[in-house]
């Protein structure tokens, strides 16, 4: 699972879970391996996360590094910045852990890279 | 002589069941194209594009250069004249065609193996339907163009294994067709080299997803409306936007895949989903071969293919989606038609049909559409077996790989047996054996049934994380399609259920009057119209039907419906 996925992803899917949002990370593996960087694709998709969120997932995992913790202004043209979220949000990778409900607690396992969000019945 | 015109060769392509339309969309958006002729199955033009682009093709099954098209004679003379016509038609009339069409052949790469047109191995493949068959059936139709073939090119051998040249003659309704083939007989265009190529007869074809996506894109409120589907490939406004793609039905991962190496160098994320963990893992391995694969083709090209989209793929069921409200863009699925994959019925769910109107109205359609249903499986399995255009609810040819395709729940089932923990080695391999005592015929009824009672949380759940202004592409079964419409209805017009039992009932009406299809849909498009001027309370979003398509799966029928979110007060 790749902290890109993370920041879309919620628990509001649980009953009595209101936000769901975000899931908290328990990594045992993470992996790193090399993406090939595509700035076009990063400024655009940097309106659409929550940077908060993201730079928490990326603290928590220890990988946030030199990652500011806001989005600088003008960062379309800056590469460096870009190349600095590509890593975080391409390159990280969970392999094994949970993520973990900020509401109930409620833990999802991650194995091999895919996030289990099924829920038991009675949880819906 | 030598320009640009005299380049215009003529063509046709066959094309899966309901994909014609498609089909001249995509060749109209390559340019330099004239498409002179739709019919069913078949898309006929003329077009000067080079030979690449000819191939990179995506809806159209196999491309062929068309030598010969007249009106049909076969069966308006006597039996012998129509044979001297036939014969004529490759000894004298087509002999330049044929000439000027095999010059344009040895441009395409399954030429490449032939070094002299003087020494060609060759083999007519011929189909003749309905009342020409009974006279000219297709063997006896090959025999008669064959032996004029080798009349007219004496040194020409044939081989039916492995011919360097195929000539498709097609007699069909009113016209005769001579074509030669572009693309070898085992590697139509439709053909993916990154999907493995024993396996994806199980999967749904490659052209349909293309034409999903297509759909998916075509109407997409916040793009120029000039250009439409894939065309706004290319346009600058995608560049600027973000689009978040989901298939939270995702099986096999076949539309993600297809999307991929479409839409690869594109700012989009695709997100996928499904119920099975076996399932999302078969999607993540085709998709990293189309990422490879695209790798691999551009090495020398400075254009960096991404890899981004690899590892957007969870586990979750469709009805309970982890993602935020309002966060994608498109949702492009295939909606689990109830033959082979299908849902186990949450214990809610039937509660939460029973507290509605729509659940008697459903169950009383249920009552005509079990024996509709089985009727159709059962001529649907052997015909199958021989077929290539086939979908979901395939037999099981592939024994290896049998467990694991069968297992596809396509996200409909919460198997209470296997929610919370991961799934280890022993359940996995106790799963398969549950699921095939239900493959059961009279479980069956149960699929489609359970499928029917999933379609309104379905909805429901998508209509949470879609945008609003966002598009929805569904490809459903026909048999589920007024079950997918109502549910929409419903579901997305909470404000408004009093106009549902009408609907309902009138389509269950016109289905005990045995009425066409046609008709029905007719009833439900026109309560939609009414209710949308009735609507009249706080702003709200629904999903309004912008487009059908009816498209062919082998044997099966199904329908392409395409939902705009949009508002209605506006």
Not at chain 2, 322 to 338: A, M, R, T, Y
Not at chain 2, 363 to 368: A, D, G, L, R, V
Not at chain 2, 495 to 506: F, L, Q, V
Request: aromatic residues 6%.
């Amino acid at each position: 699972m790749k902290l890109l996925t993370h920041n879309m992803l919620t628990s509001k899917c649980l009953k009595g879970v209101n936000v769901g949002y975000p899931l908290g990370i328990l990594a045992k593996d993470v992996k790193v391996s090399e993406v090939d960087f595509n700035p076009e694709f990063v400024s655009r998709i940097i309106p659409k996360l929550d940077w908060n969120v993201l730079w928490n997932a990326a603290d928590s995992i220890g990988h946030s590094g030199e990652l500011p913790k806001a989005v600088i202004s003008d960062y379309e043209n800056n590469q460096e910045f870009l190349k600095k979220a590509h890593h975080v949000l391409m390159e990280v990778e969970v392999i094994n852990g949970e993520l973990i409900c900020p509401e109930s607690g409620r833990k999802f396992p991650i194995s091999d890279g895919i996030p289990n969000m099924l829920l038991n019945e009675d949880e819906v | 002589m030598r320009d640009a015109t005299s380049m215009c060769y003529d063509y046709f392509c066959t094309v899966g069941g309901g994909l014609e339309h498609f089909c001249s969309k995509e060749l109209l958006r390559f340019g330099l194209t004239n498409v002179s002729e739709v019919s069913e199955g078949k898309v006929f033009f003329s077009s000067s594009l080079p030979v690449h682009k000819l191939l990179s093709l995506r809806i159209p099954e196999r491309l062929f250069l068309l030598v010969h098209k007249e009106p049909q004679f076969l069966i308006s003379h006597p039996m012998r004249k129509a044979i001297l016509m036939l014969r004529d038609v490759i000894e004298r009339d087509s002999c330049s065609k044929l000439d000027c069409s095999l010059k344009k052949w040895r441009d395409f790469p399954c030429s490449s193996k032939c070094t002299n047109l003087d020494e060609l191995s060759f083999r007519v493949s011929c189909k003749s339907y309905g009342e020409i068959k009974r006279v000219f059936p297709p063997a006896f139709l090959g025999k008669i163009i064959a032996g004029s073939l080798l009349n007219i090119r004496q040194t020409w051998s044939t081989d039916l294994r492995n011919p360097l040249l195929e000539v498709l003659v097609h007699a069909k309704y009113d016209t005769l067709i001579v074509g030669l083939a572009c693309c070898p007989m085992n590697f139509p265009l439709s053909k993916r080299p990154y999907l493995p190529s024993t396996m994806s007869s199980t999967f749904l074809r490659p052209t349909v997803c293309s034409a999903l996506i297509d759909c998916g894109l075509s109407t997409y409120k916040k793009l120029p409306q000039e250009k439409k589907g894939l065309e706004m490939i290319n346009s600058p406004t995608l560049n600027k936007q973000h689009l978040v793609i989901l298939d939270p039905m995702c099986g096999s991962g076949m539309i993600l895949a297809e999307a991929v190496s479409i839409l690869k160098d594109k700012n989009i994320t695709l997100l996928g989903s499904d119920i099975d963990r076996l399932q999302v893992e078969i999607a993540s391995r085709n998709i990293l071969n189309v990422e490879n694969h695209s790798k691999q083709k551009k090495v020398s090209d400075e254009l960096s293919p991404c890899k981004q989209c690899v590892s957007n793929l969870f586990v979750s069921d469709a009805r309970a989606l982890p993602l935020k409200d309002n966060s994608v863009d498109v949702i492009i699925s295939d909606v689990p038609f109830g033959l082979k994959h299908y849902s186990y019925p949450w214990k809610k769910e039937s509660s939460y049909l029973e507290s509605t109107k729509y659940t008697s109205e459903a169950n009383e359609c249920q009552q005509f559409e079990p024996v509709h249903c089985y009727q159709l499986e059962s001529n649907v399995i052997p015909l199958h077996a021989g077929g290539n255009e086939v979908q979901d609810i395939a037999p099981k040819p592939f024994i290896k790989l049998d467990a694991t395709v069968e297992k596809d729940a396509k996200g409909t089932s919460p198997k209470p047996e296997s929610v919370t923990q991961i799934k280890d080695a022993s359940e996995e391999v106790s799963h398969p054996s549950k699921r095939r005592k239900l493959e059961d015929k009279n479980n069956h009824f149960m699929g489609v049934d359970s499928t029917k009672n999933m379609l309104p949380n379905l909805v429901k759940e998508l209509d949470r994380v879609l945008k609003s202004g966002g598009q929805s592409v569904l490809l459903v079964s026909e048999n589920l399609k007024i079950d997918l419409l109502s549910a929409v209805n419903k579901v997305t017009k909470p404000d408004n259920p009093s106009r549902t039992p009408d609907c309902s009932s009138k389509i269950i009406k016109s289905i005990i009057n045995d009425e066409a299809t046609v008709a029905i849909e007719e009833v439900v498009i026109t309560n939609y119209d009414e209710s949308n001027s009735k609507v009249s309370t706080k702003s709200q979003y629904e999903w309004v039907p912008i487009e059908q398509h009816p498209v062919k799966l082998g044997m099966l029928d199904a329908v392409i419906c395409v939902f705009g979110k949009q508002c209605v007060n506006e």
